[in-house]
């Protein structure tokens, strides 16, 4: 019905060009101004639909090893190195886990918990085990994770978790990541998941997998048609929702009831919580601490820095808020959106520059919403500079970022305010200094190994049935996003 009604409206367009053009002596300047709103509205019209691939053509590209797997990392600039995944991929697992992390009050802000958000979920009458083994297996989903009382970090619940019926001889879990053909540059098999604790699962890109798959990835929901594009070949094939986009810049997914089993993004209530990055420590490389006493203000001379170069499909008021902020300090703008060039195709000296001259970076989201930060903040502290951030909740960035390592926007009343407080830390290394107070734990960015994760929850025989009732609302309910305003 919908290709038909396309079809219906396409013809009359055609219908009302030709008789504006071929059947009335139209003037030169009628047949311009017509052309020009016909071109507006159709470009409006598909912006609108496919956000995402005129954001991808405002922005630079990047080639980064594993990246659009591991993260689909769409960034204004990604300055992560180029080794970064690579360790991951070529080495055994590993992590330490002995501090136990900081946790805030997830409730606040919109209801996680409201039953038209929450996925469906129980346990099979045939699954036959013990209240203590239900207990231990909810531990890895969202809804004890969400107790405001609990002390648990979900990522490292499901990376230590071992299935009681897991072995080295348990058949292979297939993943198939549906319409992701082009990337031949990610590796395919067992080879993806060789480094997990559990292991046993195949990664394919290969479309004849979509009837006997276990799991069905559908990533980023920019790519979705309209509606599913397969029914699933089994009650028991999973259908997994991977999104690291904001609900503003996603596909509207109103025809998705009832179709998926997992969510795996950014946001914490999803069944795999995904990161863009996490802060912790691993065992592949020793702690970098810095040398006692390091004075991290030493030969920086200038002030705030920015590399953007998306100005305009943006809803968190990001290029207001930094011009304002410079008429009181000093914001050097790099990219399409300032009078600065430093190209993303030489990232590493980009971030080597700026941590020889600037003090602080502007790690803004290009829209508000809860949960959502992005590899912005981990530009800043690659480059060892105090981040400066305005995107998602103070109570968000509080649950994942080291206390006193980076300074929300919204704990000054103004730009005016907030560059009267950059200019004082700029004259004080003491005060300085302080906001690297971190990094003498050990912690640094790390890896949040998701797909090791994915491959633990396939591997769960008595993992209880889930499947989302309305996904878009789930997604994108009222509040999860705030424009340009403050957050309440």
């Known amino acids: 019905m ?61 080639n980064s090893r594993n990246v659009i797997i591991t993260k689909k990392i769409m960034s204004d600039y990604n300055y ?20 136990s992390p900081t946790r805030t009050n997830l409730n606040v802000g919109f209801d996680r918990t409201k039953n038209r958000l929450h996925p469906i979920r129980y346990f099979p009458p045939e699954v036959n085990i013990s209240e203590s083994e239900k207990q231990r297996i909810s531990r890895l989903l969202p809804d004890d ?18 299935p009681r019926t897991y072995s080295s001889k348990s058949d292979i879990k297939v993943v198939y990541i549906w319409h992701m053909e082009k990337w031949t540059n990610v590796p395919t098999g067992l080879e993806f998941f060789k480094h997990c604790k559990v292991n046993r699962c195949s990664l394919t890109h290969e479309r004849s997998a979509e009837a006997t798959a276990d799991a069905v990835v559908f990533a980023n ?22 999104i690291n986009e904001s609900p503003d ?43 006692p006493g390091r004075n991290f203000a030493e030969g920086r001379t200038k002030k705030v820095a920015w590399m953007v170069s998306n100005c305009n499909i943006v809803k968190s008021g990001r290029m207001e808020y930094a011009r304002e902020l410079g008429k009181h300090v000093q914001v050097d703008i790099y990219g399409h959106c300032g009078p600065l060039s430093c190209p993303a195709s030489k990232h590493r000296e980009c971030v080597e520059m700026t941590r020889r001259d600037y003090k602080f970076y502007l790690s803004f989201e290009n829209h508000k919403c809860h949960d959502y930060l992005t590899e912005k903040v981990m530009n ?66 790390i890896d949040d190994l998701n797909w090791c994760r994915v491959c633990t929850l396939l591997h769960e025989t008595s993992l209880p049935v889930m499947w989302y009732e309305d996904i878009q609302h789930w997604w994108k309910p009222d509040g999860a996003c705030n424009g340009a305003k403050k957050w309440d």
Request: hydrophobic share 35%; net charge neutral; aromatic share 16%.
């Open 2 to 62: 919908l290709a038909v009604q396309n079809r219906c409206t396409f013809y009359q367009t055609m219908g009302l060009l030709r008789r504006v053009f071929w059947t009335r002596n139209t003037k030169w300047q009628e047949k311009v101004f017509i052309l020009t709103v016909v071109m507006v509205v159709c470009v409006t019209g598909m912006i609108n639909l496919r956000p995402h691939y005129f954001v991808r053509q405002m922005e630079h590209k990047h």
């Open 80 to 99: 992560v190195s180029e080794d970064f995944h690579s360790k991951i991929f070529n080495s055994s697992y590993c992590l330490d886990i002995s501090k």
């Open 145 to 162: 994770f969400l107790h405001t009382n609990a002390s648990s970090d979900r990522v490292y619940e499901q990376l230590e978790y071992v």
């Open 221 to 242: 929901s920019g790519y979705l048609p309209l509606s599913p594009p397969f029914q699933k070949s089994s009650s028991k094939q999973i259908a997994i929702l991977n």
């Open 249 to 291: 810049r996603s596909w509207p997914m109103n025809n998705y009831k009832n179709f998926f089993n997992w969510t795996n993004t950014y946001r914490v209530d999803s069944t795999i919580y995904d990161p863009y990055f996490k802060i912790g420590r691993n065992c592949w490389t020793p702690p970098d601490i810095p040398t």
């Open 380 to 445: 800043a502290y690659d480059a060892e500079l105090i981040p400066i951030v305005l995107g998602a909740r103070k109570e968000d960035y509080a649950q994942v970022l080291p206390k006193h390592s980076y300074i929300h926007v919204e704990d000054f009343e103004s730009p005016q305010m907030l560059g009267e407080y950059l200019n004082l830390l700029d004259k004080n290394d003491t005060l300085y200094n302080e906001y690297f107070k971190w990094k003498e734990t050990g912690d640094k960015i």
